[in-house]
């Protein structure tokens, strides 16, 4: 299926790794040109060389700390200098702290604020004018399914990305006319280094080991597994094509059916 966006401009946060890579991946096998950004240089390279060999050529990248407005005005610059436009924004990063109500202090919740909810829109707010003037642009979060199901010791997590999913639904309603579509992806469990992290501290709770916790999981969906960056990536690829160009202010889950509700 050819997605119709060849040569198409895509920037995608926190994608030294995990389902930021794994959408470098696919938005690359369809011809798009990609950027790239992370925190930590070390992955970002190794990152940059394997998305090479998979698809035969090389991102853009660069470091950011997407908690920094500063660091994010300088990577939305760098990336106009070498493509010129931005068409397809991923806004995506790396879970907040976990914890409970009376384990979360201030600190951790300006934190996640910044880290959630504000790379978000500033990225967003940057990006809008070159989609506006192309009259044509994909935005598209990626959440959790806590935002329709929040996880008992993520309220970090709960509170931040159901701020994005509202954040996603309002400016789908006010860009849509500039041909521009605002998107989000729920993952459900997926096997990424974050879901080690949450295994490991609910093991320490628990008294269950790592491997336990994940078979947990595993069997909490109907499909009884734990999904792939690479199944994130391909729904990230979907939302950003022209394939789903009738297709806004949505929250798709890719969760294995674990979300209950009917809507």
């Known amino acids: 299926m050819d997605f119709k966006i060849k040569n198409k401009t895509a920037l995608i946060t926190a994608a030294s790794q995990g389902i930021g890579k794994a959408a470098a991946i ?72 976990p914890g409970f109500f009376d384990e979360i202090n201030d600190e951790k919740w300006e934190d996640a604020y910044n880290q959630v909810l504000m790379s978000t829109v500033r990225f967003t707010r940057l990006a809008l004018p070159y989609m506006k003037k192309n009259n044509w642009g994909r935005i598209i979060n990626v959440t959790s399914l806590s935002v329709k199901q929040p996880v008992d010791n993520l309220i970090l997590s709960n509170s931040f990305r159901s701020a994005v999913t509202a954040f996603a639904k309002t400016i789908s309603q006010q860009y849509g006319k500039f041909g521009i579509t605002v998107n989000n992806v729920a993952p459900g469990f997926i096997r990424t280094s974050r879901l080690d992290e949450l ?50 202010g949505v929250t798709l889950q890719v969760d294995g059916g674990q979300i209950k509700s009917t809507y």
């Not at 938005?27 to 035969?56: F, Q």
């Not at 069997?219 to 729904?235: M, Y």
Request: hydrophobic fraction near 35%; glycine fraction near 6%; charge should be negative.
């Open 199 to 248: 295994a490991n501290k609910r093991a320490e709770k628990t008294g269950k080991t790592p491997d336990e916790i994940l078979s947990d999981m595993a069997s909490s969906n109907p499909l009884q597994k734990i999904g792939s960056p690479e199944d994130i990536g391909a729904a990230i690829a979907f939302l950003a094509s022209e394939r789903a160009n009738y297709l806004t």
């Open 26 to 97: 696919e938005l690359m096998h369809e011809g798009c040109r990609v950027a790239i950004c992370s925190s930590n240089r070390e992955n970002l390279i190794k990152a940059a060389d394997e998305i090479k060999n998979i698809t035969g050529s090389e991102p853009f990248w660069m470091v950011c700390d997407i908690n920094n407005s500063a660091d994010i005005n300088n990577t939305v610059e760098k990336v106009i200098e070498q493509f010129g436009s931005i068409d397809i924004l991923v806004n995506n990063c790396g879970g907040p702290a």
